[in-house]
Structure formats: structure tokens, C-alpha cells
């Protein structure tokens, strides 16, 4: 069976940086791929490729064995595959509702009131609701603005989002970096969750704790470069750290 989705010696060239040089991975539905590294390892250069906002400069993307080129995010989340950046793009004014929609807004039921274009506001918070429950996340009121959220809520609002209207691969960069403890543990029981209902995903992190609880494995990329690929007992913090920092790897490839 191919796997979900599959990168072949892909290649990002930014002028004279090589920010990719011919990194190949691959994860399945259901399991979580950490991807750490130093900065300027090429993380986010990766993701953003993976979620069609930049083009590589070689190497191929498969896709349930298929070759997939995304010309743009759009593209990428027609085919299943969506991105949580650590912006996290919510619009900041508008509430749990409407956030959880935008873009999709849902047109009201009745022909009068979709023809003057009205949004069936009930419909969408009742979905709003049941997908946050769904996913049991840990936000009391869809009218509340998501700017009145604490920074876990927005994360979790942020990846729900795109869990619910992703069927394939969910990109995640920096999910945890800015919340407290507690919160942390919430989005990491989230991501879990999401790949338990049999989502792909793959998680950026720079907090190893976060790696070790919620990867079933992790590639380490150094200089564009994937340097290993830990999984079972060799999934531990110290592995990850040589890998990360040289000390480990270099001259055993
Ligand atoms: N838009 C860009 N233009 C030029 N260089 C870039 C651009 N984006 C990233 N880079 C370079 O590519 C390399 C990898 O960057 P990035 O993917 O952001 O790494 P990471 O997310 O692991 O910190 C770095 O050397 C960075 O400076
Ligand atoms: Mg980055």
C-alpha cells in the first residue's frame, strides 16, 4: 500500500541557498511525522512546499501513490492537504463561527434568503459546535471572538479547522511554541485525536517533549538534509538533540 503521502528527493533553491537538497520521507493516514531540525534546517521551506504556497525546485510529491504539483494552497486543499502556520490566520474580530467558516461560508436554506445571500447562522454554529465537541476541544462559547481566546483555544480553533475541512494531511508548524503547559497538553491530545480519526500528520517542533509524546516517528533535517529517521526505542531526546545540534551522524551516511 503507498503511503499517504509520499516526498522524493525534493529540492529548494532560493537563489544560492539550498534551503532542500533531495530530502525524501513519507507518512501514512493516521500517524504523526515529527520534523525537527536547527533553524534554517529547511522545516518550514518543506511545509510550505508540502501545502502548495511554494514550488520546489525538484523532486516529486505523491499523494496516495499519485504525483501531486499544487499550484497554490488552494489547490493543495482541494486534494486533502492543509496547513496550520503559526500565525494561525484567524480573523481576530469575528467569532468562534465564523472563523471555523471563513471562506466556506454556508448559505441559509431558504431560496429568498440565498439569493440575497444571507448565512444560515444557526446551521453554521450547530456544526461549529458539534465539530469543536467532536474533537473535544476546549471552547465554551462559539459566539466569543477569537481574539477573546486564550492562545490554546486559537491553536486548537486553528487546527479544527483545518481537520474539518481536510480529509488527507494536516501540516503543522510550531503548534505548541507559545502556550503554557497545560494548553500544550490540549493541542497535543487534539493532534492525537486527528490522527486517531485517520488523518496524516505532520507536526513541526522544536519542543522535544512534545515530539516524544505524540510522533509515532520523527525525521531530523540539518542543512536541507534529512540526517535520520527515529522510530520505536531510537525515538528519544537524546538521539534527537545529535542529530539536531551534528554531534550524531556525521560521517556515518
Ligand atoms: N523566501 C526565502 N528566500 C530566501 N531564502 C529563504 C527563503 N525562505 C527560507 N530561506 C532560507 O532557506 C533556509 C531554510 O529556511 P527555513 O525553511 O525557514 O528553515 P527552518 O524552518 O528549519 O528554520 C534558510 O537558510 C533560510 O534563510
Ligand atoms: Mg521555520
Known amino acids: 500500500m503507498s503511503a499517504r503521502l509520499a516526498v522524493h528527493d525534493?529540492?529548494?533553491h532560493y537563489g544560492g541557498v539550498q534551503a532542500l537538497r533531495g530530502v525524501t520521507l513519507q507518512v501514512d493516514a493516521g500517524e504523526v511525522l515529527g520534523v525537527v531540525g536547527d533553524n534554517g534546517a529547511g522545516?518550514?521551506?518543506?511545509?510550505?512546499?508540502?501545502?502548495?504556497?511554494v514550488f520546489p525546485s525538484a523532486g516529486e510529491i505523491l499523494l496516495d501513490g499519485q504525483p501531486a504539483r499544487f499550484a497554490n494552497p488552494a489547490?493543495?486543499?482541494a486534494a486533502g492537504v492543509a496547513a496550520v502556520y503559526q500565525d494561525l490566520a484567524l480573523a481576530g474580530q469575528r467569532d468562534v463561527v465564523a472563523n471555523f467558516f471563513l471562506g466556506r461560508e454556508k448559505l441559509a436554506g431558504n431560496w429568498l434568503a440565498r439569493r440575497v445571500g444571507w448565512l444560515d447562522g444557526k446551521a453554521m454554529a450547530a456544526h461549529t459546535e458539534s465539530e469543536l465537541a467532536r474533537l473535544r476541544t476546549r471552547?465554551?462559547?462559539?459566539?466569543?471572538?477569537?481574539?477573546?481566546?486564550?492562545g490554546g483555544q486559537r491553536q486548537a480553533l486553528a487546527i479544527a479547522r483545518a481537520?474539518?475541512?481536510?480529509?488527507?494531511?494536516?501540516?503543522?508548524?510550531?503548534?505548541?511554541?507559545?502556550?503554557g503547559?497545560?494548553?500544550?497538553?490540549?493541542?497535543?491530545?487534539?493532534?492525537?485525536?486527528?490522527?486517531t480519526e485517520g488523518m496524516a500528520v505532520i507536526l513541526i517542533s522544536h519542543q522535544m517533549p512534545d515530539v516524544l509524546k505524540v510522533c509515532d516517528r520523527a525525521v531530523v533535517l540539518r542543512l536541507g538534509q534529512v540526517v535520520a529517521t527515529l522510530s520505536g526505542a531510537e525515538l528519544t531526546s537524546e538521539n534527537l538533540v545529535g542529530y539536531i545540534t551534528g554531534a550524531m551522524g556525521e560521517g556515518e551516511q
Do not use: F
Not at 497545560?182 to 493532534?191: A, K, M, R, T
Open 10 to 12: 525534493l529540492t529548494k
Open 163 to 179: 481537520a474539518a475541512w481536510t480529509s488527507k494531511v494536516l501540516l503543522l508548524d510550531e503548534p505548541t511554541s507559545a502556550l
Open 43 to 53: 522545516k518550514s521551506t518543506l511545509l510550505k512546499i508540502l501545502s502548495g504556497a
Open 181 to 195: 503547559v497545560e494548553q500544550q497538553h490540549q493541542v497535543l491530545d487534539l493532534i492525537r485525536r486527528v490522527s
Open 139 to 150: 471552547i465554551p462559547d462559539v459566539r466569543a471572538s477569537s481574539r477573546d481566546l486564550s
Open 75 to 77: 489547490a493543495a486543499h
